[in-house]
């Protein structure tokens, strides 16, 4: 390319040397020491001349006077100090007259200054369960400084000083960081901040530092493990005859090894005229004196806890023979049990002898006696009122009643009387066996001139000759055919019973006279014989009578048991007949019927039927004829 200076400097005019391979600028600035300074010397480019008409040049004679900036808008306090409060950490101590243990106590609160209005509120944090009213001491006001109308400004508080609220003097011990950087753009400088001093009643309060070391020969649960269910009893006794109506009292004295706990329980006697109080004093862990505690516990407010006891009664302050003091009452241990000897012996070398002790004049027992019958009630609810202080009705065999529930025995009785109106009177006397009584019921009679109903209500009635310390009542036993028994001076002859009276003698015969059972057999075995010759009797004439009957009972039995296979029971007796004759024997005829079928056909229907079927010279019976009785 030619030169390329030659062409005017106007647009178009201008070409890139494509031969050109450093595009780099000109670097203006340089380093020195690490910071960035402008180079010394001539700019590249620029001639000495340039350089000095840009040091001289002024914009104003190019572009005129700047103008002068708009004056600022006026911005009230409460919208620039909006939401700006200083926070200042103070304290005061409120004095206590009423508490022995303290003199002062410490309360911390939080001062905030709020610097659009110049209100101060104080506040103090609340503490969970402190008892003291908290939360906010002052509310947001002005408060004022001193009488002369001035009011504390943002100026007067620092760390360190103290201020006057309402003749209540708060203490400044420190302050946050926004009002310590307030202060310093202020010009103001805060002293150093100070710690709050300790309340002397939270310090009490505080626990000491547990401590996790166990001891190496003590641990709960090894002495658990091992010394539970051991417990020392005592025999002791408390004298109190100095007292008025005092006494000697027996007690015993339980001390339980696995947490040394004393439990004192008293012997109760019958009849001695005290409370039935069991225990004296619960199982607890008992002081050796509550007298020693510190003088200015309030004994008359509070009980006695364990910060306040030094020493507790131990095992070994336990000995028979000497006397303990618990809850100011003096014990005197006479005698301990086999355990307690032995471990006093094998693990402090003791051995214990029995101390006489005479508790008091020993009571005569006295023999109760049952006094006779006086014939009012039942032997049993007398007996019964004599063996306890409240009636309480008699006891019963509840086991006999749910077995025989239900269970009666009826028979039939007359009256045995030398009056000619009472001898037709007849009675039922109905024996429940769950209660052992009877009762005896007259039926309705007619034109007899006596009103039915109950003769005698369920009751025990005694034999007579028997005594009444010991009676004897009439039993299922006496209650024989033909036996008369005498029910409260009326004599009444047994005539007959129910053939359930005869079912129960006999299954339990061993209870019954043999006698009682076989006068009951011998009634009902007459009556039984004649009502089976009497039905079959009746059969017989009813079959005889018409034997087309015998038809219809067949086939009243086919249709009782939905018989309908006629055809596999010619099919079976087919079967039976080897010889094919037509004949089968009697006895497998039956056997087939019953087994095959399942038809259970009366004996004296089927020896009828039989009759009208055809027979063998040998006996047998033509199944064929047979089986048209069932078509």
Wanted: hydrophobic share 35%; net charge negative; with cysteine.
């Amino acid at each position: 390319m030619g030169d390329s200076t030659a062409l005017p400097f106007l647009p178009g005019n201008t070409f890139t040397d494509p031969t050109r391979v450093n595009f780099h600028r000109a670097q203006t600035m340089t380093y020195k020491n690490g910071f960035a300074i402008p180079k010394t010397g001539p700019i590249a480019g620029l001639t000495e001349a340039e350089i000095d008409e840009l040091a001289n040049l002024q914009p104003t004679l190019t572009y005129g006077k700047a103008k002068a900036e708009p004056p600022q808008d006026f911005v009230p306090a409460h919208v620039a100090f909006d939401k700006k409060v200083l926070l200042f950490n103070a304290y005061f101590k409120q004095t206590l007259n009423e508490s022995d243990k303290e003199y002062y106590r410490v309360r911390p609160v939080k001062i905030y200054y709020y610097l659009e209005d110049d209100s101060i509120s104080v506040v103090e944090p609340i503490v969970e369960n402190s008892g003291i009213p908290q939360g906010k001491l002052i509310k947001r006001q002005r408060l004022p400084k001193n009488d002369q109308g001035e009011h504390w400004q943002w100026k007067d508080l620092n760390v360190g000083n103290d201020v006057v609220f309402y003749g209540k003097t708060f203490h400044i011990n420190d302050c946050n960081n926004y009002t310590k950087d307030f202060m310093a753009s202020e010009g103001i400088m805060l002293n150093a901040p100070e710690g709050c001093p300790a309340d002397p009643y939270t310090l009490s309060r505080k626990e000491p530092q547990h401590s996790y070391v166990t001891p190496p020969t003590f641990d709960k649960l090894k002495q658990f493990i091992d010394l539970d269910r051991q417990v020392l009893r005592f025999s002791a006794v408390w004298d109190d005859r100095n007292n008025m109506f005092g006494e000697m009292r027996p007690y015993t004295l339980h001390f339980y090894r696995v947490d040394d706990t004393i439990e004192i329980r008293e012997q109760r006697q019958p009849n001695d005229g005290h409370d039935p109080f069991p225990v004296l004093i619960g199982r607890k862990k008992v002081p050796k004196s509550r007298s020693n505690i510190p003088s200015n516990f309030p004994c008359a407010v509070m009980e006695i806890s364990e910060h306040e006891i030094t020493e507790w009664l131990t095992e070994k302050d336990l000995r028979v023979g000497e006397t303990v003091v618990i809850m100011d009452r003096p014990f005197f241990l006479y005698d301990c049990d086999d355990f307690t000897q032995s471990y006093y012996q094998q693990k402090y070398n003791l051995n214990f002898n029995r101390v006489p002790v005479e508790l008091g004049e020993r009571k005569v027992e006295v023999k109760r006696e049952i006094p006779p019958y006086n014939g009012f009630g039942s032997p049993q609810d007398s007996k019964q009122n004599c063996l306890s202080l409240i009636a309480q009705p008699p006891k019963k065999d509840v086991m006999k009643m749910l077995e025989n529930d239900l269970k009666i025995l009826r028979y039939a009785a007359v009256m045995e009387s030398p009056n000619p109106e009472d001898k037709n009177r007849k009675f039922i006397i109905s024996y429940s066996l769950a209660k052992d009584e009877m009762q005896i019921y007259e039926p309705h009679q007619r034109n007899a001139g006596i009103i039915e109903g109950k003769f005698l209500e369920y009751s025990q009635v005694r034999k007579p000759g028997s005594s009444i310390d010991n009676p004897e009542y009439y039993t299922p036993a006496d209650f024989a055919i033909g036996a008369t028994i005498e029910v409260f001076s009326r004599k009444f002859k047994i005539a007959d019973c129910d053939l359930y009276v005869l079912k129960y003698l006999e299954a339990n015969g061993s209870r019954f006279p043999a006698a009682t059972i076989e006068s009951i057999r011998a009634i009902h075995a007459d009556k039984l014989c004649a009502q089976e010759s009497e039905d079959q009797s009746e059969s017989n004439d009813n079959f005889d009578q018409n034997e087309d009957d015998i038809a219809e009972t067949i086939k009243a039995v086919m249709k009782k048991n939905n018989f309908e296979q006629h055809a596999n029971m010619q099919q079976a007796f087919l079967h039976l007949d080897e010889d094919r004759s037509g004949f089968i024997d009697k006895e497998k005829l039956m056997k087939t019927l019953t087994d095959n079928f399942n038809l259970q056909v009366p004996g004296h229907v089927i020896d009828k039927a039989l009759k009208r079927c055809g027979a063998s010279t040998e006996g047998h019976i033509s199944y064929v004829d047979f089986c048209k009785l069932f078509t």
